[in-house]
Structures are given as structure tokens and as C-alpha cells.
């Protein structure tokens, strides 16, 4: 060999050094972060997420505090509000600090009480106190409605950093006079909680169903497939809302109260149940593709049992087309959630969701008023969360798509 050609390859064993290479995701984020639209829909989304989630530490004004005197119908404004100042609310200084500081203070004293009580009997009666301060009697409890522990010390910590002052009605009241912008942020937490569960229930059923099929195939996966048929064939409008009427009898509601189970847990559930049909085809067709590939046939040679393959060495190389699907998915699974809302046979007041919202706001709008804040507003939100998912969904498909590796 040569010093020149000595020279050449070492030339390009230095060239193989410095390249890289880079894996299938870290590729498609690269090729993501090139599409402006889906990274701005992204951060939009995770801002959305975390305001959410943070939505009882916000300094905004009770979602359910009604002002039928003084603030029923008001149009966006700029006005001053203090939480606890409504007569009727009876608080401490007409402060809701004040009245939080009060029912504590009695609440350390109660327990000090209880403490040192002997007689069991007064300890019972000092306890059913006890629980009755720190639920419905407690000021949270009639500013806001059942906070789960999270949420709880959240609002505390919301108390405890801004006092009484919340934000002013920027996006107006209701025909109640409850604030819309604190109704919106409350809103999110529901809509995005029924996107997000309800798709994941779709998920698991779906992924599974469609990545048994596939890979089993033959008459097996035949008969799996009529059962999508039909059931694409039937009208689920009519089965959820059939379901939603029926679950929501009294009988039937206070039985499944009893086992925990409450109407939203039932409707996160029936609707993720109704769309996982079009994610098992889809699971299904990859599965078909992939299922005579060398890496399969390993597994099988070294023993792998028929489930190991299936959800250890099939599934994962099918997460790119189900991540996609899964951001359409949500959107959808949303505007179905808004829309049974708008029925009244959805997330029941006191809770409130963005399809919740839309509905009071076309109840009250009339040809002598028109409060076009209270559509616009919650319709806004809806439209802006589910055209930001959709570009989102657009941008992963091409970024996921190895055929669109040369093209972005």
C-alpha cells in the first residue's frame, strides 16, 4: 500500500469518526423543530397544560360565586374584585384570608379540644365538627367545588401569595355572574383531563386489539376484524347517550358513587371506549408489515413467548404511527366531549367544561342581549386547543415519516 492511499484512508476512517449518527427520534425531532407551526402549537399546548394544572394556585376569581345583584351579564372589564367581599357570603371582614385564617384557628382549637377530651362520645361530636370545618363548611369548599388534596393545598397556597386580590373580569360574567375567565381556566382542567384519559383508554384497547390481530392473523384475525365491522356499524351518538342517561339515574349514580366511581370517571371511560376502533386498524395494518421481520423470527428462535413479542418487540416499532394518530385523537375526543356537553348530557354543573361553557353562553344570549363574550370566549379556547393538536398531529406524521426525511 501506498502513502498515498495510506494517507486516503486514514483521511477517511478521520471523516467516519466525526459523523454521527443520530436515531429515529432524535432525526424527527431535528425535522420537527423545522416546522414553525407544529413548535408553536407545541408550546402552546405544554403552556396550556401547566396553566391547567396550576389553575387553583392563579390568582383568579371563584368559578362559582354568584353575583345575581351586582355582576350578573357584566362585559369584559377592568374593575377591582376582592374574593370574599358579596355580603351574602358572610365572610370575616368580608375578606375570604380573613374567613380561611378564622375557620383554621377554630379548627386548632377543636383538635386541641378533641386532644384532650376523655369522654368518647364528645370526642365523636368534636370529630364530626372537625370533618364538617374542613368540607362543606370550610370557605374553599363554598368558593370552589370538590377540590381533590392536590388542588386543596394549591388554592391554600394561592390564599396564602395573593391574599384577596384576583384578577379583574377581563373575559366578563356569566348570567349568573360568576367570572368567565376563572370558568375557563377551570374549564381546561376538565376538557383536557377527557381528551387526554379518554384517548389513553383508547389507546390500551385499541393497540392492543388491533397488535393481537395482526400478529395472529388467519381466521383469528378475521373474526377480530368483522367485530370492528360491526362495530363501526353502530351508532354510538345514540349508545353513549343512552349510556350517560342511564348511568346517570339515581339508583344507579349512588351505587356507583358508593364503589368511588363518579359521572366524569363513567364519561372519560365510555367515550375512550367508542374510539379505539380506528387505532386497532391502524396498530393492525403495521402489525401485518412487521410481523415476518428477521427481529421477530429472533424472538421466536430464542423463546419468547407469543404476548413478550407482541408488546415488547411489536408494539414499540408501531409508537410512531400510534403517537400520531394519538394527537388526532385527543382533539377529536374533545370536540365529542364538547359536543355532548352542548346537549347537557356531558361534565354536569357544578363542574364546567368548555363544551359546558358554550352552552350556558347560547342559552343567555337572546335578541334583546346580546353577551357575545360568552361564546366567544370558551369557543376561542376550544378552537385555538384543537387547531394547535391538529398542527401538532401534522408535523409529527412528516417527522415520523422516514419518505419525508429528504423533503423537510
Known amino acids: 500500500m501506498t502513502d498515498q492511499q495510506r494517507e486516503h484512508y486514514r483521511q477517511l476512517l478521520a471523516d467516519a469518526q466525526r459523523i454521527q449518527g443520530v436515531s429515529l427520534w432524535q432525526d424527527a425531532w431535528r425535522r420537527l423543530r423545522r416546522r414553525r407551526a407544529s413548535m408553536l402549537s407545541l408550546y402552546f399546548l405544554i403552556a396550556l397544560a401547566v396553566l391547567a394544572f396550576l389553575t387553583p394556585a392563579l390568582p383568579l376569581q371563584s368559578p362559582l360565586d354568584k353575583d345575581l345583584d351586582n355582576r350578573r351579564g357584566m362585559a369584559p372589564n377592568l374593575q377591582s374584585y376582592r374574593m370574599g367581599q358579596r355580603q351574602d357570603l358572610q365572610f370575616t371582614d368580608n375578606s375570604l384570608a380573613a374567613e380561611v385564617a378564622r375557620v383554621n384557628e377554630s379548627i386548632a382549637t377543636l383538635q386541641a379540644e378533641r386532644d384532650s377530651a376523655t369522654d368518647p362520645e364528645q370526642r365523636e361530636a368534636l370529630t364530626a365538627k372537625l370533618e364538617q370545618l374542613n368540607t362543606t363548611a370550610h370557605p374553599f369548599s363554598q368558593m370552589w367545588n370538590q377540590l381533590d388534596p392536590l388542588a386543596w393545598q394549591l388554592t391554600r397556597l394561592r390564599v396564602a401569595i395573593f391574599g384577596d386580590w384576583a384578577v379583574p373580569s377581563i373575559c366578563g360574567t356569566d348570567d349568573l355572574g360568576r367570572d368567565m375567565l376563572a370558568r375557563l381556566f377551570w374549564g381546561a382542567r376538565v376538557s383536557l383531563v377527557v381528551g387526554v384519559v379518554a384517548t389513553i383508554v383508547s389507546l390500551v384497547i385499541?393497540?392492543?386489539?388491533?397488535?393481537?390481530?395482526?400478529?395472529?392473523?388467519?381466521?383469528?384475525?378475521?373474526?377480530?376484524?368483522?367485530?370492528?365491522?360491526?362495530?363501526?356499524?353502530?351508532?354510538?351518538?345514540?349508545?353513549?347517550?343512552?349510556?350517560?342517561?342511564?348511568?346517570?339515574?339515581?339508583?344507579?349514580?349512588?351505587?356507583?358513587?358508593?364503589?368511588?366511581?363518579?359521572?366524569?370517571?363513567?364519561?372519560?371511560?365510555?367515550?375512550?371506549?367508542?374510539?379505539?376502533?380506528?387505532?386497532?386498524?391502524?396498530?393492525?395494518?403495521?402489525?401485518?408489515?412487521?410481523?415476518?421481520?428477521?427481529?421477530?423470527?429472533?424472538?421466536?428462535?430464542?423463546?419468547?413467548?407469543?404476548?413478550?413479542?407482541?408488546?415488547?418487540?411489536?408494539?414499540?416499532?408501531?409508537?410512531?404511527?400510534?403517537?400520531?394518530?394519538?394527537?388526532?385523537?385527543?382533539?377529536?375526543?374533545?370536540?365529542?366531549?364538547?359536543?355532548?356537553?352542548?346537549?347537557?348530557?356531558?361534565?354536569?354543573?357544578?363542574?364546567?367544561?368548555?363544551?359546558?361553557?358554550?352552552?350556558?353562553?347560547?342559552?343567555?344570549?337572546?335578541?334583546?342581549?346580546?353577551?357575545?363574550?360568552?361564546?366567544?370566549?370558551?369557543?376561542?379556547?376550544?378552537?385555538?386547543?384543537?387547531?394547535?393538536?391538529?398542527?401538532?398531529?401534522?408535523?409529527?406524521?412528516?417527522?415520523?415519516?422516514?419518505?419525508?426525511?429528504?423533503?423537510?
Open 206 to 408: 385499541g393497540v392492543s386489539y388491533g397488535a393481537t390481530s395482526g400478529y395472529f392473523g388467519g381466521r383469528v384475525d378475521s373474526i377480530m376484524m368483522r367485530i370492528v365491522d360491526v362495530l363501526y356499524s353502530v351508532p354510538f351518538i345514540f349508545v353513549v347517550i343512552f349510556l350517560m342517561t342511564f348511568l346517570s339515574e339515581e339508583s344507579i349514580a349512588a351505587s356507583l358513587q358508593s364503589f368511588g366511581i363518579d359521572q366524569i370517571t363513567i364519561f372519560y371511560i365510555v367515550i375512550g371506549a367508542i374510539y379505539w376502533l380506528t387505532m386497532s386498524r391502524v396498530v393492525r395494518g403495521q402489525v401485518l408489515s412487521l410481523k415476518h421481520e428477521q427481529f421477530v423470527d429472533s424472538a421466536r428462535t430464542v423463546g419468547a413467548s407469543q404476548q413478550r413479542i407482541i408488546f415488547r418487540h411489536l408494539v414499540p416499532n408501531v409508537l410512531g404511527i400510534v403517537i400520531v394518530y394519538l394527537t388526532l385523537t385527543i382533539p377529536a375526543v374533545m370536540l365529542f366531549e364538547a359536543f355532548l356537553s352542548f346537549l347537557g348530557l356531558g361534565v354536569s354543573p357544578p363542574d364546567v367544561s368548555w363544551g359546558l361553557l358554550v352552552n350556558d353562553g347560547v342559552q343567555a344570549i337572546t335578541p334583546l342581549k346580546s353577551r357575545w363574550w360568552l361564546v366567544v370566549f370558551p369557543g376561542s379556547a376550544l378552537a385555538g386547543t384543537l387547531f394547535a393538536l391538529n398542527f401538532l398531529g401534522d408535523g409529527l406524521r412528516d417527522a415520523l415519516d422516514p419518505r419525508m426525511k429528504n423533503q423537510s
